[in-house]
């Protein structure tokens, strides 16, 4: 049923997912700790760049 290759291709494709895995974990910590320190910021008065309402900017 299974090829001569099932040794390496199973580990592969297992190993592949693990890091896809661990990348998608990773970046979703990091994007909730960006979120704290951005809310943190903000609190603390510290704007935006991108945020428009500041009328003292120039430009």
Do not use: C
Request: hydrophobic share 40%; proline share 3%.
């Amino acid at each position: 049923m299974f090829g001569p290759h099932t040794a390496f291709i199973v580990p592969s494709y297992l190993a592949t997912a693990a890091v896809i895995l661990i990348l998608v974990v990773w970046t979703m910590i990091e994007h909730k700790a960006q979120r704290t320190e951005i809310a943190r910021l903000e609190k603390s008065g510290i704007k935006r760049r991108s945020d428009k309402s500041d009328t003292n900017r120039h430009g």
